[in-house]
Protein backbone atom coordinates (compact mmCIF):
# COMPACT_ATOMS: atom_id res chain seq x y z
CA UNK A 1 0.00 0.00 0.00
CA UNK A 2 1.24 3.67 -0.40
CA UNK A 3 0.20 4.59 3.03
CA UNK A 4 3.97 3.88 4.55
CA UNK A 5 5.50 6.36 2.56
CA UNK A 6 3.21 9.27 2.46
CA UNK A 7 3.26 8.73 6.80
CA UNK A 8 6.94 9.31 6.44
CA UNK A 9 6.85 11.91 3.86
CA UNK A 10 4.34 14.14 5.62
CA UNK A 11 6.54 13.69 9.16
CA UNK A 12 9.37 14.97 7.13
CA UNK A 13 7.87 17.89 6.14
CA UNK A 14 6.84 18.89 9.78
CA UNK A 15 9.74 21.19 11.50
CA UNK A 16 12.58 18.96 12.92
CA UNK A 17 13.66 21.25 16.08
CA UNK A 18 9.77 20.60 16.82
CA UNK A 19 9.89 16.98 16.75
CA UNK A 20 13.31 16.67 18.31
CA UNK A 21 12.25 19.31 21.03
CA UNK A 22 9.34 17.08 22.18
CA UNK A 23 11.67 14.04 22.42
CA UNK A 24 14.10 15.46 24.00
CA UNK A 25 11.16 16.78 26.87
CA UNK A 26 10.04 12.87 26.97
CA UNK A 27 13.03 11.29 27.31
CA UNK A 28 13.96 14.32 30.28
CA UNK A 29 10.57 13.67 31.83
CA UNK A 30 11.20 9.62 32.12
CA UNK A 31 14.38 10.25 33.23
CA UNK A 32 13.52 12.39 36.10
CA UNK A 33 10.20 10.42 37.01
CA UNK A 34 12.27 7.36 37.14
CA UNK A 35 15.18 8.87 38.96
CA UNK A 36 13.37 10.57 41.64
CA UNK A 37 11.14 7.07 42.36
CA UNK A 38 14.65 4.94 42.78
CA UNK A 39 16.09 8.19 45.03
CA UNK A 40 12.39 8.27 47.39
CA UNK A 41 13.30 4.07 47.63
CA UNK A 42 16.69 4.20 48.17
CA UNK A 43 16.21 6.65 51.10
CA UNK A 44 12.95 4.60 52.72
CA UNK A 45 15.15 1.79 52.25
CA UNK A 46 17.80 3.55 54.38
CA UNK A 47 16.35 5.52 57.08
CA UNK A 48 12.42 4.28 57.83
CA UNK A 49 12.21 0.62 56.60
CA UNK A 50 15.40 -0.78 56.89
CA UNK A 51 17.28 -2.85 54.39
CA UNK A 52 15.46 -6.21 55.33
CA UNK A 53 11.59 -4.77 55.01
CA UNK A 54 12.22 -3.15 51.94
CA UNK A 55 15.86 -3.93 49.87
CA UNK A 56 17.32 -0.72 48.33
CA UNK A 57 16.73 -0.67 44.28
CA UNK A 58 20.39 -2.08 44.07
CA UNK A 59 19.47 -5.70 45.56
CA UNK A 60 16.68 -5.86 43.61
CA UNK A 61 18.54 -5.20 40.11
CA UNK A 62 21.13 -7.68 41.33
CA UNK A 63 18.15 -10.27 41.48
CA UNK A 64 16.43 -9.11 38.62
CA UNK A 65 19.49 -9.84 36.59
CA UNK A 66 19.75 -13.42 37.93
CA UNK A 67 16.28 -14.02 37.07
CA UNK A 68 16.71 -13.21 33.35
CA UNK A 69 20.16 -14.84 33.25
CA UNK A 70 18.98 -17.93 34.77
CA UNK A 71 16.45 -18.41 32.28
CA UNK A 72 14.42 -18.66 34.82
CA UNK A 73 12.42 -15.01 32.98
CA UNK A 74 11.67 -16.87 30.13
CA UNK A 75 10.43 -19.81 31.58
CA UNK A 76 7.93 -18.21 33.67
CA UNK A 77 6.87 -15.05 30.94
CA UNK A 78 6.05 -17.00 28.13
CA UNK A 79 3.02 -18.78 29.76
CA UNK A 80 2.09 -15.36 31.41
CA UNK A 81 1.92 -13.62 28.34
CA UNK A 82 0.64 -16.44 26.11
CA UNK A 83 -2.14 -16.40 29.07
CA UNK A 84 -2.74 -13.01 28.89
CA UNK A 85 -2.87 -13.00 24.46
CA UNK A 86 -5.53 -15.68 24.43
CA UNK A 87 -7.74 -14.65 27.11
CA UNK A 88 -7.44 -10.68 25.37
CA UNK A 89 -8.35 -13.15 21.99
CA UNK A 90 -11.47 -14.09 23.89
CA UNK A 91 -12.14 -11.02 24.83
CA UNK A 92 -12.16 -9.54 21.07
CA UNK A 93 -13.85 -12.79 19.68
CA UNK A 94 -16.59 -11.82 22.05
CA UNK A 95 -16.57 -8.01 22.31
CA UNK A 96 -16.54 -6.96 18.88
CA UNK A 97 -19.87 -8.89 18.01
CA UNK A 98 -21.79 -7.59 21.14
CA UNK A 99 -20.62 -4.32 20.73
CA UNK A 100 -21.41 -4.64 17.10
CA UNK A 101 -24.73 -5.57 17.95
CA UNK A 102 -24.92 -3.12 20.82
CA UNK A 103 -24.24 0.05 18.43
CA UNK A 104 -26.68 -1.25 15.76
CA UNK A 105 -29.84 -2.23 17.10
CA UNK A 106 -31.86 -0.30 20.41
CA UNK A 107 -33.21 -4.03 21.41
CA UNK A 108 -29.44 -5.39 21.34
CA UNK A 109 -28.17 -2.31 23.14
CA UNK A 110 -30.83 -2.72 25.74
CA UNK A 111 -30.07 -6.21 25.98
CA UNK A 112 -26.59 -6.17 27.12
CA UNK A 113 -26.33 -2.29 28.94
CA UNK A 114 -26.97 -3.49 32.43
CA UNK A 115 -25.17 -6.65 31.84
CA UNK A 116 -21.61 -4.90 30.74
CA UNK A 117 -22.04 -2.43 33.08
CA UNK A 118 -22.14 -5.58 35.77
CA UNK A 119 -19.65 -7.27 33.86
CA UNK A 120 -17.48 -3.87 34.15
CA UNK A 121 -17.75 -3.18 37.92
CA UNK A 122 -17.02 -6.53 39.35
CA UNK A 123 -14.22 -6.51 41.00
CA UNK A 124 -11.13 -7.87 39.19
CA UNK A 125 -10.54 -9.86 42.29
CA UNK A 126 -13.67 -11.53 41.53
CA UNK A 127 -13.14 -12.81 38.45
CA UNK A 128 -10.01 -14.45 39.39
CA UNK A 129 -11.62 -16.42 42.24
CA UNK A 130 -14.78 -17.20 40.27
CA UNK A 131 -12.09 -18.61 37.51
CA UNK A 132 -10.27 -20.59 39.21
CA UNK A 133 -13.31 -21.98 41.20
CA UNK A 134 -15.24 -22.52 38.05
CA UNK A 135 -11.96 -23.95 36.01
CA UNK A 136 -9.74 -24.78 38.12
CA UNK A 137 -5.94 -24.74 37.90
CA UNK A 138 -5.34 -25.40 34.72
CA UNK A 139 -4.67 -23.18 31.84
CA UNK A 140 -8.49 -22.30 31.59
CA UNK A 141 -8.71 -19.94 34.79
CA UNK A 142 -6.00 -16.96 34.19
CA UNK A 143 -7.63 -16.92 30.44
CA UNK A 144 -11.08 -16.77 31.68
CA UNK A 145 -10.96 -13.81 34.08
CA UNK A 146 -8.62 -12.13 31.30
CA UNK A 147 -11.54 -12.26 28.96
CA UNK A 148 -14.47 -11.47 31.12
CA UNK A 149 -12.82 -8.70 32.75
CA UNK A 150 -11.49 -6.91 29.73
CA UNK A 151 -14.86 -8.05 27.26
CA UNK A 152 -17.45 -5.56 28.62
CA UNK A 153 -14.92 -2.66 27.48
CA UNK A 154 -14.09 -3.80 24.09
CA UNK A 155 -17.82 -4.13 23.96
CA UNK A 156 -18.85 -0.92 25.08
CA UNK A 157 -16.25 1.04 23.12
CA UNK A 158 -17.62 -0.64 19.75
CA UNK A 159 -21.07 0.44 20.59
CA UNK A 160 -19.55 3.34 21.07
CA UNK A 161 -17.99 4.07 18.30
CA UNK A 162 -20.74 3.01 16.29
CA UNK A 163 -22.60 6.13 17.60
CA UNK A 164 -20.30 8.48 16.46
CA UNK A 165 -20.51 7.33 12.93
CA UNK A 166 -20.26 10.26 10.80
CA UNK A 167 -24.20 10.07 8.82
CA UNK A 168 -23.35 12.25 6.64
CA UNK A 169 -20.27 9.93 5.39
CA UNK A 170 -22.84 7.23 4.79
CA UNK A 171 -24.96 9.83 3.18
CA UNK A 172 -22.03 10.56 0.69
CA UNK A 173 -21.18 6.69 0.42
CA UNK A 174 -24.84 6.16 -0.26
CA UNK A 175 -25.56 8.85 -3.56
CA UNK A 176 -22.80 7.49 -5.09
CA UNK A 177 -23.88 4.04 -5.21
CA UNK A 178 -21.49 1.91 -2.62
CA UNK A 179 -21.84 -1.40 -1.97
CA UNK A 180 -22.78 -2.23 1.79
CA UNK A 181 -19.32 -4.31 2.44
CA UNK A 182 -17.75 -1.12 0.74
CA UNK A 183 -18.93 1.16 2.95
CA UNK A 184 -18.17 -0.90 6.28
CA UNK A 185 -14.93 -1.26 5.14
CA UNK A 186 -13.97 2.25 4.30
CA UNK A 187 -16.60 4.28 6.47
CA UNK A 188 -18.03 1.83 9.93
CA UNK A 189 -14.66 0.23 10.51
CA UNK A 190 -12.72 3.58 10.20
CA UNK A 191 -14.97 5.16 12.66
CA UNK A 192 -15.02 2.99 15.08
CA UNK A 193 -11.22 1.75 15.24
CA UNK A 194 -9.96 4.39 17.43
CA UNK A 195 -12.84 3.82 19.97
CA UNK A 196 -11.83 -0.17 20.08
CA UNK A 197 -8.49 0.76 20.30
CA UNK A 198 -9.07 2.98 23.33
CA UNK A 199 -11.40 -0.20 25.09
CA UNK A 200 -8.36 -2.08 24.44
CA UNK A 201 -6.00 -0.07 25.75
CA UNK A 202 -7.52 0.74 28.75
CA UNK A 203 -8.93 -3.03 28.98
CA UNK A 204 -5.08 -4.38 28.44
CA UNK A 205 -4.08 -1.81 31.78
CA UNK A 206 -6.92 -3.99 33.95
CA UNK A 207 -5.96 -7.58 32.57
CA UNK A 208 -2.74 -8.05 33.34
CA UNK A 209 -3.34 -7.19 37.05
CA UNK A 210 -6.29 -9.45 37.28
CA UNK A 211 -4.14 -12.16 35.01
CA UNK A 212 -1.40 -11.77 37.71
CA UNK A 213 -3.85 -12.40 40.47
CA UNK A 214 -5.50 -15.45 39.30
CA UNK A 215 -2.20 -16.93 38.71
CA UNK A 216 -0.90 -15.20 42.21
CA UNK A 217 -4.31 -17.89 43.63
CA UNK A 218 -3.55 -20.72 41.36
CA UNK A 219 -1.42 -21.65 38.87
CA UNK A 220 2.17 -23.61 38.59
CA UNK A 221 3.84 -21.46 36.38
CA UNK A 222 3.85 -17.96 35.09
CA UNK A 223 4.88 -14.73 36.95
CA UNK A 224 1.96 -14.83 39.46
CA UNK A 225 3.06 -17.94 40.49
CA UNK A 226 6.67 -17.17 41.35
CA UNK A 227 5.37 -13.78 42.97
CA UNK A 228 3.64 -15.78 45.33
CA UNK A 229 6.33 -18.84 45.45
CA UNK A 230 9.07 -16.18 46.24
CA UNK A 231 6.36 -15.02 49.41
CA UNK A 232 5.76 -18.20 50.55
CA UNK A 233 9.72 -18.46 51.05
CA UNK A 234 10.00 -14.86 52.94
CA UNK A 235 12.09 -13.33 50.01
CA UNK A 236 11.01 -10.06 49.32
CA UNK A 237 14.10 -9.05 47.22
CA UNK A 238 13.09 -12.34 45.21
CA UNK A 239 9.09 -10.92 45.17
CA UNK A 240 9.59 -7.24 44.37
CA UNK A 241 12.18 -8.71 41.49
CA UNK A 242 9.19 -10.21 39.66
CA UNK A 243 6.83 -7.93 40.10
CA UNK A 244 9.11 -4.88 38.77
CA UNK A 245 10.33 -7.20 35.55
CA UNK A 246 6.49 -7.37 35.15
CA UNK A 247 5.89 -3.91 35.31
CA UNK A 248 8.49 -2.77 33.11
CA UNK A 249 7.81 -5.32 30.54
CA UNK A 250 4.01 -4.43 30.52
CA UNK A 251 5.20 -0.63 30.09
CA UNK A 252 7.28 -1.27 27.30
CA UNK A 253 4.70 -2.99 25.88
CA UNK A 254 2.18 -0.39 26.41
CA UNK A 255 4.93 2.34 24.92
CA UNK A 256 6.47 0.92 22.14
CA UNK A 257 4.12 -1.63 20.89
CA UNK A 258 0.08 -0.32 21.42
CA UNK A 259 0.97 3.81 21.55
CA UNK A 260 3.35 2.81 18.08
CA UNK A 261 0.64 1.26 16.88
CA UNK A 262 -2.11 3.47 17.64
CA UNK A 263 0.19 6.81 16.31
CA UNK A 264 0.19 4.59 13.09
CA UNK A 265 -3.50 3.39 12.43
CA UNK A 266 -4.53 7.09 13.54
CA UNK A 267 -1.52 8.83 11.56
CA UNK A 268 -4.68 10.61 9.65
CA UNK A 269 -5.81 12.48 13.20
CA UNK A 270 -2.54 13.30 13.87
CA UNK A 271 -1.27 15.08 11.29
CA UNK A 272 -3.26 18.17 12.42
CA UNK A 273 -2.37 18.02 15.85
CA UNK A 274 1.59 18.14 16.01
CA UNK B 1 -26.72 14.07 -19.88
CA UNK B 2 -29.95 12.66 -18.56
CA UNK B 3 -33.84 13.73 -17.74
CA UNK B 4 -35.06 14.98 -14.07
CA UNK B 5 -38.21 14.78 -13.25
CA UNK B 6 -40.13 15.95 -10.31
CA UNK B 7 -43.68 15.68 -9.76
CA UNK B 8 -45.76 16.89 -6.73
CA UNK B 9 -43.10 16.74 -4.47
CA UNK B 10 -43.53 17.30 -0.66
CA UNK B 11 -41.27 16.22 2.00
CA UNK B 12 -42.31 16.53 5.76
CA UNK B 13 -39.83 16.23 8.49
CA UNK B 14 -41.94 14.53 11.38
CA UNK B 15 -41.91 16.49 14.83
CA UNK B 16 -39.25 14.84 17.00
CA UNK B 17 -40.70 16.67 20.75
CA UNK B 18 -44.08 16.02 21.47
CA UNK B 19 -46.12 19.08 21.09
CA UNK B 20 -43.82 20.72 18.17
CA UNK B 21 -45.07 20.84 14.35
CA UNK B 22 -43.79 18.78 11.87
CA UNK B 23 -41.66 20.52 8.80
CA UNK B 24 -42.29 20.61 5.66
CA UNK B 25 -39.31 21.34 3.91
CA UNK B 26 -41.44 20.83 0.13
CA UNK B 27 -44.48 21.90 -0.83
CA UNK B 28 -45.78 20.91 -4.11
CA UNK B 29 -42.95 20.74 -6.23
CA UNK B 30 -43.11 20.00 -9.35
CA UNK B 31 -40.46 21.13 -12.18
CA UNK B 32 -38.44 18.84 -15.17
CA UNK B 33 -35.15 19.57 -16.56
CA UNK B 34 -32.99 17.79 -19.14
CA UNK B 35 -30.16 17.56 -21.77
CA UNK B 36 -27.51 20.11 -21.92
CA UNK B 37 -28.57 22.20 -19.15
CA UNK B 38 -27.37 24.35 -16.00
CA UNK B 39 -30.35 24.82 -13.51
CA UNK B 40 -30.31 26.82 -10.42
CA UNK B 41 -32.36 26.53 -7.58
CA UNK B 42 -31.83 29.62 -5.21
CA UNK B 43 -33.95 30.56 -2.60
CA UNK B 44 -33.22 31.69 1.39
CA UNK B 45 -31.84 29.53 3.98
CA UNK B 46 -34.14 26.49 5.01
CA UNK B 47 -36.64 26.69 1.91
CA UNK B 48 -35.55 23.49 1.08
CA UNK B 49 -32.73 23.51 -1.56
CA UNK B 50 -30.27 20.63 0.37
CA UNK B 51 -33.63 18.33 1.19
CA UNK B 52 -34.53 17.98 -2.53
CA UNK B 53 -30.43 17.24 -4.10
CA UNK B 54 -31.25 14.90 -1.07
CA UNK B 55 -34.28 13.20 -2.52
CA UNK B 56 -33.41 13.33 -5.74
CA UNK B 57 -29.59 11.72 -4.88
CA UNK B 58 -31.56 8.71 -3.02
CA UNK B 59 -30.29 10.09 0.04
CA UNK B 60 -34.13 10.77 1.67
CA UNK B 61 -37.12 9.51 0.70
CA UNK B 62 -40.01 11.83 -0.87
CA UNK B 63 -43.12 12.22 1.58
CA UNK B 64 -45.52 12.11 -1.88
CA UNK B 65 -45.26 12.84 -4.72
CA UNK B 66 -42.06 11.84 -6.99
CA UNK B 67 -39.09 12.35 -8.15
CA UNK B 68 -37.68 10.36 -11.68
CA UNK B 69 -33.91 10.38 -13.31
CA UNK B 70 -33.15 8.74 -16.58
CA UNK B 71 -30.79 8.25 -19.05
CA UNK B 72 -32.31 7.01 -22.46
CA UNK B 73 -34.36 4.95 -20.29
CA UNK B 74 -31.82 3.43 -17.69
CA UNK B 75 -30.59 4.76 -14.44
CA UNK B 76 -28.50 8.08 -14.42
CA UNK B 77 -25.30 8.02 -12.81
CA UNK B 78 -24.94 10.87 -10.05
CA UNK B 79 -22.50 13.02 -8.70
CA UNK B 80 -23.10 15.28 -5.71
CA UNK B 81 -21.20 17.75 -4.32
CA UNK B 82 -22.66 18.72 -1.15
CA UNK B 83 -22.43 21.62 1.40
CA UNK B 84 -19.54 20.27 3.13
CA UNK B 85 -16.19 18.18 1.77
CA UNK B 86 -17.62 14.98 3.25
CA UNK B 87 -14.36 13.39 2.31
CA UNK B 88 -13.11 10.51 4.64
CA UNK B 89 -10.76 11.68 7.00
CA UNK B 90 -9.09 8.53 7.69
CA UNK B 91 -7.92 8.23 3.54
CA UNK B 92 -5.87 10.28 1.41
CA UNK B 93 -7.03 12.51 -1.64
CA UNK B 94 -6.25 9.59 -4.47
CA UNK B 95 -7.84 6.80 -1.90
CA UNK B 96 -11.40 9.43 -1.47
CA UNK B 97 -11.42 9.55 -5.36
CA UNK B 98 -10.77 5.85 -5.65
CA UNK B 99 -13.33 4.72 -3.47
CA UNK B 100 -16.19 6.50 -5.81
CA UNK B 101 -15.00 5.20 -8.84
CA UNK B 102 -14.81 2.25 -11.13
CA UNK B 103 -13.97 0.63 -14.20
CA UNK B 104 -10.56 0.94 -16.26
CA UNK B 105 -8.11 3.72 -15.54
CA UNK B 106 -9.32 4.67 -12.40
CA UNK B 107 -6.44 6.56 -10.77
CA UNK B 108 -5.27 8.59 -14.27
CA UNK B 109 -9.29 9.79 -14.20
CA UNK B 110 -8.76 10.86 -10.42
CA UNK B 111 -5.39 12.43 -11.55
CA UNK B 112 -7.03 14.39 -13.96
CA UNK B 113 -10.07 16.16 -12.17
CA UNK B 114 -7.78 16.26 -9.13
CA UNK B 115 -5.82 18.67 -11.20
CA UNK B 116 -8.55 20.39 -13.01
CA UNK B 117 -9.35 21.86 -9.48
CA UNK B 118 -5.66 22.34 -8.72
CA UNK B 119 -4.77 19.82 -6.33
CA UNK B 120 -2.26 17.44 -8.50
CA UNK B 121 0.12 17.41 -5.83
CA UNK B 122 -2.65 16.50 -3.07
CA UNK B 123 -3.00 13.05 -3.76
CA UNK B 124 -0.99 11.34 -0.99
CA UNK B 125 -2.41 14.25 1.93
CA UNK B 126 -5.11 13.43 4.05
CA UNK B 127 -8.32 15.76 4.32
CA UNK B 128 -6.70 17.00 7.50
CA UNK B 129 -3.44 18.48 6.26
CA UNK B 130 -5.73 20.54 3.31
CA UNK B 131 -7.50 23.81 3.58
CA UNK B 132 -10.94 24.09 3.63
CA UNK B 133 -11.22 25.13 0.57
CA UNK B 134 -8.95 22.78 -0.83
CA UNK B 135 -10.76 19.94 0.43
CA UNK B 136 -14.22 21.52 -1.29
CA UNK B 137 -12.10 21.25 -4.07
CA UNK B 138 -11.49 17.54 -3.84
CA UNK B 139 -15.08 17.24 -3.47
CA UNK B 140 -15.98 18.84 -6.55
CA UNK B 141 -13.03 16.56 -8.48
CA UNK B 142 -14.94 13.39 -6.81
CA UNK B 143 -18.28 14.18 -8.40
CA UNK B 144 -16.47 15.41 -11.95
CA UNK B 145 -14.35 11.98 -11.83
CA UNK B 146 -17.25 9.86 -11.68
CA UNK B 147 -18.41 11.58 -14.99
CA UNK B 148 -22.39 11.60 -14.13
CA UNK B 149 -24.81 12.04 -16.21
CA UNK B 150 -26.56 14.31 -13.56
CA UNK B 151 -24.39 16.44 -11.77
CA UNK B 152 -26.03 18.08 -8.00
CA UNK B 153 -24.29 20.47 -6.42
CA UNK B 154 -24.98 22.06 -3.04
CA UNK B 155 -23.86 25.99 -2.71
CA UNK B 156 -20.24 23.99 -3.29
CA UNK B 157 -18.22 27.86 -3.77
CA UNK B 158 -20.18 29.11 -0.14
CA UNK B 159 -17.52 27.93 1.92
CA UNK B 160 -14.63 29.54 -0.09
CA UNK B 161 -12.99 32.99 -0.69
CA UNK B 162 -14.00 34.95 -2.94
CA UNK B 163 -10.67 34.69 -5.53
CA UNK B 164 -10.92 30.57 -5.47
CA UNK B 165 -14.52 30.62 -6.03
CA UNK B 166 -14.28 33.15 -9.04
CA UNK B 167 -11.95 30.94 -10.24
CA UNK B 168 -13.75 27.56 -9.93
CA UNK B 169 -17.03 29.39 -11.59
CA UNK B 170 -14.79 30.19 -14.38
CA UNK B 171 -13.51 26.71 -14.94
CA UNK B 172 -17.31 24.76 -13.80
CA UNK B 173 -18.61 26.62 -16.95
CA UNK B 174 -15.60 25.84 -19.35
CA UNK B 175 -16.04 21.75 -18.26
CA UNK B 176 -19.94 22.32 -18.49
CA UNK B 177 -19.93 23.61 -21.88
CA UNK B 178 -17.47 20.73 -23.19
CA UNK B 179 -18.35 17.85 -20.49
CA UNK B 180 -22.12 18.15 -22.14
CA UNK B 181 -23.88 17.65 -17.90
CA UNK B 182 -27.04 17.77 -16.99
CA UNK B 183 -26.78 20.35 -13.53
CA UNK B 184 -29.17 20.92 -10.66
CA UNK B 185 -26.99 23.99 -8.92
CA UNK B 186 -28.20 25.19 -5.37
CA UNK B 187 -27.31 28.14 -4.34
CA UNK B 188 -28.37 31.15 -2.26
CA UNK B 189 -25.88 34.00 -4.00
CA UNK B 190 -27.71 35.56 -7.00
CA UNK B 191 -25.11 36.73 -8.90
CA UNK B 192 -23.37 33.30 -9.03
CA UNK B 193 -26.83 31.74 -10.07
CA UNK B 194 -26.84 34.02 -12.80
CA UNK B 195 -23.39 33.78 -14.30
CA UNK B 196 -23.56 30.48 -14.29
CA UNK B 197 -27.26 28.95 -15.15
CA UNK B 198 -29.36 28.87 -18.50
CA UNK B 199 -32.11 28.56 -15.80
CA UNK B 200 -33.24 29.75 -12.16
CA UNK B 201 -35.76 28.35 -10.27
CA UNK B 202 -36.58 30.28 -7.25
CA UNK B 203 -37.63 28.58 -3.77
CA UNK B 204 -39.91 30.03 -1.28
CA UNK B 205 -40.03 29.19 2.06
CA UNK B 206 -41.84 26.18 3.12
CA UNK B 207 -40.48 24.70 -0.03
CA UNK B 208 -42.78 26.44 -2.53
CA UNK B 209 -41.91 26.72 -6.52
CA UNK B 210 -41.73 30.34 -6.78
CA UNK B 211 -40.63 31.55 -9.91
CA UNK B 212 -38.87 29.39 -13.08
CA UNK B 213 -37.12 32.21 -15.44
CA UNK B 214 -34.46 31.20 -18.12
CA UNK B 215 -31.59 33.19 -18.64
CA UNK B 216 -30.63 33.32 -22.36
CA UNK B 217 -26.85 34.64 -22.50
CA UNK B 218 -24.00 33.15 -24.17
CA UNK B 219 -21.65 31.42 -22.30
CA UNK B 220 -18.32 32.14 -21.37
CA UNK B 221 -20.12 34.76 -18.67
CA UNK B 222 -17.94 36.92 -16.60
CA UNK B 223 -19.90 38.59 -13.15
CA UNK B 224 -18.66 42.09 -14.83
CA UNK B 225 -20.47 41.60 -17.76
CA UNK B 226 -23.39 44.28 -18.56
CA UNK B 227 -25.94 41.90 -19.57
CA UNK B 228 -25.12 39.42 -16.67
CA UNK B 229 -25.81 42.62 -14.11
CA UNK B 230 -28.79 43.39 -15.79
CA UNK B 231 -30.29 40.03 -15.04
CA UNK B 232 -29.07 40.00 -11.54
CA UNK B 233 -31.01 42.97 -10.98
CA UNK B 234 -34.24 41.53 -12.86
CA UNK B 235 -34.14 38.26 -10.78
CA UNK B 236 -33.27 40.43 -7.46
CA UNK B 237 -36.74 42.39 -8.01
CA UNK B 238 -38.25 38.85 -8.23
CA UNK B 239 -36.68 37.97 -5.32
CA UNK B 240 -37.50 40.88 -3.23
CA UNK B 241 -41.09 39.93 -4.62
CA UNK B 242 -41.24 36.88 -2.81
CA UNK B 243 -39.71 38.05 -0.08
CA UNK B 244 -42.93 40.88 0.49
CA UNK B 245 -44.98 38.22 -0.61
CA UNK B 246 -44.13 36.19 2.45
CA UNK B 247 -43.68 38.70 4.80
CA UNK B 248 -47.48 39.27 3.66
CA UNK B 249 -48.56 35.67 4.26
CA UNK B 250 -46.99 35.90 7.51
CA UNK B 251 -48.51 39.13 8.86
CA UNK B 252 -51.49 38.12 7.65
CA UNK B 253 -51.32 34.58 9.62
CA UNK B 254 -50.20 36.52 12.63
CA UNK B 255 -53.32 38.70 12.72
CA UNK B 256 -55.69 35.83 12.61
N1 LIG C 1 -33.27 15.66 9.00
C1 LIG C 1 -34.14 16.66 9.24
N2 LIG C 1 -35.02 16.56 10.24
C2 LIG C 1 -35.91 17.55 10.49
N3 LIG C 1 -35.98 18.68 9.79
C3 LIG C 1 -35.11 18.85 8.78
C4 LIG C 1 -34.14 17.86 8.45
N4 LIG C 1 -33.41 18.30 7.40
C5 LIG C 1 -33.91 19.51 7.10
N5 LIG C 1 -34.92 19.85 7.91
C6 LIG C 1 -35.73 21.07 7.84
O1 LIG C 1 -36.16 21.24 6.52
C7 LIG C 1 -36.04 22.58 6.12
C8 LIG C 1 -35.19 22.68 4.87
O2 LIG C 1 -33.87 22.32 5.16
P1 LIG C 1 -32.73 22.35 4.08
O3 LIG C 1 -31.48 21.83 4.69
O4 LIG C 1 -33.20 21.65 2.85
O5 LIG C 1 -32.60 23.92 3.79
P2 LIG C 1 -31.67 24.69 2.74
O6 LIG C 1 -32.57 25.36 1.80
O7 LIG C 1 -30.66 23.76 2.18
O8 LIG C 1 -30.98 25.78 3.66
P3 LIG C 1 -29.48 26.37 3.61
O9 LIG C 1 -29.44 27.37 2.51
O10 LIG C 1 -29.33 27.02 4.95
O11 LIG C 1 -28.55 25.22 3.40
C9 LIG C 1 -35.50 23.35 7.29
O12 LIG C 1 -36.57 23.99 7.93
C10 LIG C 1 -34.91 22.31 8.18
O13 LIG C 1 -35.08 22.67 9.52
MG1 LIG D 1 -28.59 23.56 2.39
Redesign the pocket.
Known amino acids: MSSVPVARASRGGRPPSLVTRRRVRGIAGLVIGVGGFLLVWTLLSALIFGPFTLPPPSRIGSVMWEIVRSGQFIHHFVPTILRLAYGFGLALLIGFPVGYLMGTSRWWRAFFHDMTIVAGSIPGITYAVLALVVFGIKILGPILSVGLVSMPYVAINVAEGLDSVDHRLVQMSDAYGRRRASIVRNVLIPSVAPFAFAGVRLSFALAWKVEQLTEVFGSSSGVGFQIRHEFEDFSIPGMLAWVLLFVIFMILVERFVLAKLERYLFRWRLEDRP | MATLRVEHLN ?1 T ?2 A ?1 ERGSDA ?4 DDLSFEIGGHVFVSVV ?12 IVSGI ?1 TATHGSVSVSEDGSPARLGYVF ?1 EPRLLPWRTVMQNMLYVLEGEDVPDRARDYLRMVGLDDAGGKFPAQLSGGMQQRVGIARAFAVEPDLLLM ?2 PFSHLDAITARSLREQLQGIWTEAKKTVLF ?1 T ?1 DIAEAVQLSNRVLI ?1 APG ?1 RLFADLPIELPYPRKASDTEVAMAQAELLRRFEEMQEETDAARATDVAS
Do not use: M, R, W, Y
Not at chain 2, 23 to 26: H, K, M, R, S, V
Not at chain 2, 43 to 54: F, H, I
Open positions: KFPITTAIGPSGCGKSTLLNEQDEVHLG
